[in-house]
């Protein structure tokens, strides 16, 4: 009897941890006002008002899966897709995540096109190829558009396997993201081309834009998503040790480009049917096996092959796996970018067209408000002084709407304008104001933080 009770106990007390609001249930970003998706054409730097609503609609959860209602759809403007005339559609998508992810012991799960994973706005996460790879019998690319189809069809497996990141650059929109069939997604760190130390890619400059979050190399990166196998994601910085000590550092990808000018091994060395040579055309780092992993023992800051590590963080103060989006000293985008090749745990996540199980709505309460607030935010305001527009940059990631307002001197409100929670940036269009000192200041319930501008003619 008394080992009966004890068991009871115990799992009672399981059953109590499940179901307590983690991070997996309260670290999204819902959409409380109603906002709706915009995007750009070619050509036209308005903004085209689009009738889906960002951001989370709706989250979910049982004691061992949180469900997550959205359609795709981030708070910040999508596009123009050079060369690609897609948009950004609803997917109208319920994401199921595992609450209780697990080491995987067993044959590893890789990674696959497609959604591997979910951005806390409910944008979806690939990996890091774009569906083309080589055919060495035809000595020619096959799959993805304008290519005859790969041996085995879609999935198979192939020898050399296209970098989304290199190869399709010149399609990501400033968020460094694109749609596939109109569901929009990002192969890597969400945060704006504009933003990176080395910009490397100018659609920012045609068509304002921004992204999730924006990289802030003084404090832990936020928690910007989960993966298929239920461990959480974060941005590229974190504690320089494991155990959230050693300050902030920037996480480090333990992959590496290989010494080669010829593709004729794999990465662990076995030779295989050849791709096409080291070239302008095709340079090191265009296809997936160019990289091989080199361990780092001692250095906590270098993930391990999966992208990821053990550690402390702030939403997790016991400790817990997780990747991070991995960014090189330039804050470009370094292999293999979220997650992969292979997953950590054991993939579980996964689109559902309907919930069979019985589920709690998860409602934010005042102190889950007030936990994942944006007390801490602060924000730069540019040009200054400006003739035509001022924007407005928040640092870090919004997990609520920021309300930006514009003064005179006198102290009389001229403009408001709402930032969105999970976007970073709003304008000024100042053309028609007089010349002269005017105070920004932005008000989230209590928080205020304000500016002084300055408008010239």
């Given at each position: 009897m008394l080992k009966k009770s004890i068991l009871f106990l115990m799992l009672s007390s399981c059953a109590?941890?499940?179901?307590?609001?983690?991070?997996?249930?309260?670290?999204?970003?819902?959409?409380?006002?109603g906002g709706l998706g915009r995007h750009y054409v070619t050509g036209n730097s308005t903004p085209i008002q689009d009738a889906d609503s960002v951001n989370v609609k709706t989250v979910l959860y049982s004691a061992n899966w949180v469900y997550v209602r959205a359609n795709g759809v981030p708070s910040y403007i999508t596009?123009?897709?050079t060369g690609n005339p897609s948009i950004t559609t609803s997917q109208n998508a319920i994401f199921k995540i595992s609450r209780t992810p697990s080491q995987n012991t067993g044959t590893l799960n890789p990674t696959t096109g497609g959604n591997i994973g979910i951005f806390i706005n409910g944008v979806a996460l690939f990996d890091f190829r774009d569906g083309t790879a080589w055919n060495s019998t035809t000595n020619s690319p096959c799959g993805g558009p304008g290519n005859p189809p790969c041996p085995g069809g879609p999935g198979a497996a192939m020898d050399w396997n296209r970098d989304a990141i290199p190869a399709e650059r010149g399609g990501f929109d400033c968020a460094k993201g694109h749609p596939a069939m109109g569901?929009?997604?990002?192969?890597?760190?969400?945060?704006?081309?504009?933003?990176?130390?080395?910009?490397?890619?100018t659609i920012c400059n045609l068509y304002a834009a921004d992204g999730l979050y924006v990289i802030d190399?003084?404090?832990?990166?936020?928690?910007?998503?989960?993966?298929?196998?239920?461990?959480?994601?974060?941005?590229?910085?974190?504690?320089?040790?494991?155990?959230g000590t050693g300050g902030i550092t920037r996480m480090k990808s333990g992959y590496h480009l290989r010494n080669i000018t010829t593709r004729t091994t794999s990465p662990t060395g076995v030779t295989v049917p050849a791709g096409p040579a080291v070239s302008t055309t095709y340079p090191l780092g265009y296809y997936r096996e160019d990289y091989e992993y080199i361990a780092a023992p001692g250095q906590q800051d270098v993930l391990d092959e999966h992208n990821g590590r053990f550690c402390i963080t702030p939403e997790y103060p016991n400790g817990i796996y997780c990747y991070f989006a991995t960014v090189d000293a330039n804050w470009n985008s370094a292999y293999p970018y979220v997650v992969g090749p292979t997953f950590y745990g054991t993939k579980t996540g996964v689109k559902v067209t309907s919930i069979t199980e019985p589920v709690t709505v998860y409602t934010p309460t005042t102190a889950s408000i007030n936990e994942n607030s944006n007390a801490n935010f602060s924000f730069n305001a540019f040009p200054n002084p400006s003739s035509e527009f001022i924007a407005v940059q928040f640092s870090g990631l919004l997990r609520e709407d920021i309300t930006v307002s514009l003064y005179d001197i006198n102290g009389r409100k001229i403009q408001d304008q709402i930032v969105q929670a999970g976007s970073t940036i709003g304008y000024f269009d100042v053309r028609t104001l007089y010349a002269g000192e005017y105070i920004l200041k932005c008000s989230n319930n209590e928080v205020v933080g304000q500016k002084r501008v300055s408008i010239i003619r």
């Amino acid at each position: 009897m008394l080992k009966k009770s004890i068991l009871f106990l115990m799992l009672s007390s399981c059953a109590m941890i499940a179901n307590a609001q983690g991070p997996e249930i309260t670290s999204w970003l819902l959409n409380n006002n109603g906002g709706l998706g915009r995007h750009y054409v070619t050509g036209n730097s308005t903004p085209i008002q689009d009738a889906d609503s960002v951001n989370v609609k709706t989250v979910l959860y049982s004691a061992n899966w949180v469900y997550v209602r959205a359609n795709g759809v981030p708070s910040y403007i999508t596009g123009p897709f050079t060369g690609n005339p897609s948009i950004t559609t609803s997917q109208n998508a319920i994401f199921k995540i595992s609450r209780t992810p697990s080491q995987n012991t067993g044959t590893l799960n890789p990674t696959t096109g497609g959604n591997i994973g979910i951005f806390i706005n409910g944008v979806a996460l690939f990996d890091f190829r774009d569906g083309t790879a080589w055919n060495s019998t035809t000595n020619s690319p096959c799959g993805g558009p304008g290519n005859p189809p790969c041996p085995g069809g879609p999935g198979a497996a192939m020898d050399w396997n296209r970098d989304a990141i290199p190869a399709e650059r010149g399609g990501f929109d400033c968020a460094k993201g694109h749609p596939a069939m109109g569901n929009y997604h990002h192969h890597q760190n969400p945060s704006a081309f504009n933003l990176d130390l080395n910009v490397i890619s100018t659609i920012c400059n045609l068509y304002a834009a921004d992204g999730l979050y924006v990289i802030d190399s003084t404090t832990h990166s936020p928690l910007i998503g989960y993966a298929y196998d239920g461990f959480p994601i974060y941005g590229a910085y974190g504690y320089a040790d494991t155990n959230g000590t050693g300050g902030i550092t920037r996480m480090k990808s333990g992959y590496h480009l290989r010494n080669i000018t010829t593709r004729t091994t794999s990465p662990t060395g076995v030779t295989v049917p050849a791709g096409p040579a080291v070239s302008t055309t095709y340079p090191l780092g265009y296809y997936r096996e160019d990289y091989e992993y080199i361990a780092a023992p001692g250095q906590q800051d270098v993930l391990d092959e999966h992208n990821g590590r053990f550690c402390i963080t702030p939403e997790y103060p016991n400790g817990i796996y997780c990747y991070f989006a991995t960014v090189d000293a330039n804050w470009n985008s370094a292999y293999p970018y979220v997650v992969g090749p292979t997953f950590y745990g054991t993939k579980t996540g996964v689109k559902v067209t309907s919930i069979t199980e019985p589920v709690t709505v998860y409602t934010p309460t005042t102190a889950s408000i007030n936990e994942n607030s944006n007390a801490n935010f602060s924000f730069n305001a540019f040009p200054n002084p400006s003739s035509e527009f001022i924007a407005v940059q928040f640092s870090g990631l919004l997990r609520e709407d920021i309300t930006v307002s514009l003064y005179d001197i006198n102290g009389r409100k001229i403009q408001d304008q709402i930032v969105q929670a999970g976007s970073t940036i709003g304008y000024f269009d100042v053309r028609t104001l007089y010349a002269g000192e005017y105070i920004l200041k932005c008000s989230n319930n209590e928080v205020v933080g304000q500016k002084r501008v300055s408008i010239i003619r």
